[in-house]
């Protein structure tokens, strides 16, 4: 480990840590410049939100959005019966009509695009 990263504290430690690694992986950087830069980010991090507190999700959200569509397209292949798409997923039918509906009209937003301007 960078000197550097040995006198950070915890939280930014641990997310200079993370953008090295990410570095690593992505970029295929060598160790020292991908600690280097991992450092710079997670200081430039703490320097543009200090003194703010911050929520973290756990990204549900987009594990969600992804499932919904694999269950949209389940449900398609499946010739629209709900029942072996909700077992599939293990969730209710309900649960299921639900999430596809949501997935078909996010689909559909996508595909249509705005009306007007500052849409999706």
Do not use: W
């Not at 010739?79 to 078909?104: N, S, W």
């Amino acid at each position: 480990m960078s000197a550097n990263l040995d006198r950070l504290a915890t939280f930014t430690r641990e997310l200079a840590e993370f953008a090295a690694r990410t570095l690593r992986e992505e970029l295929g950087l060598p160790e020292d410049q991908a600690i280097d830069l991992g450092v710079k980010i997670a200081h430039g991090g703490c320097q543009e939100f200090k003194g703010e507190i911050i929520y973290v999700p756990k990204d549900k959200m987009a594990a969600i959005d992804a499932r919904d569509l694999d269950m949209l397209a389940a449900y398609i292949a499946a010739g629209r019966d709900i029942v072996p798409v909700a077992k599939q997923f293990d969730v209710c039918v309900q649960t299921a009509y639900r999430r596809i509906r949501l997935a078909e009209a996010a689909a559909y937003a996508q595909r249509q695009g705005a009306l007007f301007d500052g849409g999706p």
